[in-house]
């Protein structure tokens, strides 16, 4: 992995994080869970994506949907996903992206069956202020930096805050853009 490949790496996992500090909620209940899968459906809809959807607490699905196209495989890969976020309380994504910087794609060398735990991006921690992780919400079925945006978006509108100043894409600039200059500098 070259220098700035490794920056960027770098660079999504600081804002991976950074992105988990943000979007914590006062509270979750069902409704909660409703309005956060029906956002990510309105948006399946306008887009046609074939994805399937899943906001739970631990153990307690609260809301799921599988838009058309979608594949029965996209509920196993919710699933799987799901069970990293609950093994790790971080999103699947980060834990995708830290197995990637140590040159790893899979858990087995830590225990942990492929079939059962995923870390393609797309299921996302739900934190709640003075409770802390109570559940996850979970897309599957498009590229994984992709459901991972999504879920991201998702909870950034809930919370009131601009979508796109949560977004990798705007997280990682800086960091980014000063990588870039040094590796023509060097």
């Not at 029906?38 to 609260?62: D, E």
Request: net charge neutral.
């Amino acid at each position: 992995m070259g220098n700035l490949q490794q920056l960027a790496l770098d660079a999504d996992i600081a804002a991976v994080k950074q992105q988990e500090k943000l979007l914590r909620l006062p509270e979750f209940n069902e409704d909660i869970a409703w309005q956060l899968g029906s956002y990510i459906r309105q948006i399946a809809v306008q887009k046609n994506y074939p994805i399937a959807i899943t906001v739970a607490r631990f153990n307690q699905p609260l809301f799921y949907c599988a838009m058309p196209n979608s594949s029965p495989d996209n509920k196993n890969w919710l699933r799987r996903k799901a069970a990293t976020v609950a093994h790790y309380y971080t999103s699947s994504y980060a834990v995708g992206l830290k197995l990637k910087k140590k040159g790893v794609t899979t858990l087995s060398g830590y225990g942990l069956d492929d079939k059962d735990y995923a870390t393609h991006g797309g299921a996302f921690p739900i934190t709640v202020e003075k409770a802390g992780i109570v559940g996850y919400i979970a897309v599957s079925g498009l590229d994984q930096r992709d459901d991972h945006a999504l879920v991201v978006q998702a909870l950034a509108v809930h919370l009131g805050l601009p979508a796109e100043k949560t977004a990798l894409e705007y997280l990682t600039q800086d960091s980014l853009g000063k990588a870039r200059l040094d590796e023509t500098i060097v």
